[in-house]
Nanobody, 116 residues
């Protein structure tokens, strides 16, 4: 099983980034996909989630209206479009795949830094 994130980097406040996660080694379409983030000194938090078909999404209050999660079950990818970025969005962003109680996979993360 592999989850490989990409797209992180340094961006100015108000800017945009698009994170992508490429999945392999499991039946992607059967898994809920999530983006988490962990800022320095803070606990990991759920940022956005998407259902297996992509019909249902959920967002943390702090990112609603600014971030959009999407998935492509044909390409086994999940993305996170991040707009109007703020310094408090600075964190390592992790891709997560979850199915039931026991199937829970993580990527290694990609760093997003929002700073002028």
């Amino acid at each position: 099983v592999q989850l490989v994130e990409s797209g992180g980097g340094l961006v100015q406040p108000g800017g945009s980034l698009r994170l992508s996660c490429a999945a392999s080694g499991f039946t992607f379409s059967r898994y809920y996909m999530n983006w988490y983030r962990q800022a320095p000194g803070k606990e990991r938090e759920l940022v956005a989630a998407i259902s297996t078909t992509g019909d249902s999404t959920n967002y943390a209050d702090s990112v609603k209206g600014r971030f959009t999660i999407s998935r492509d079950n044909a390409e086994n990818t999940v993305s996170l479009q991040m707009n109007s970025l703020k310094p408090e969005d600075t964190a390592v962003y992790y891709c997560n795949a979850k199915s039931g109680v026991f199937m829970n996979y993580w990527g290694r993360g990609t760093l997003v830094t929002v700073s002028s």
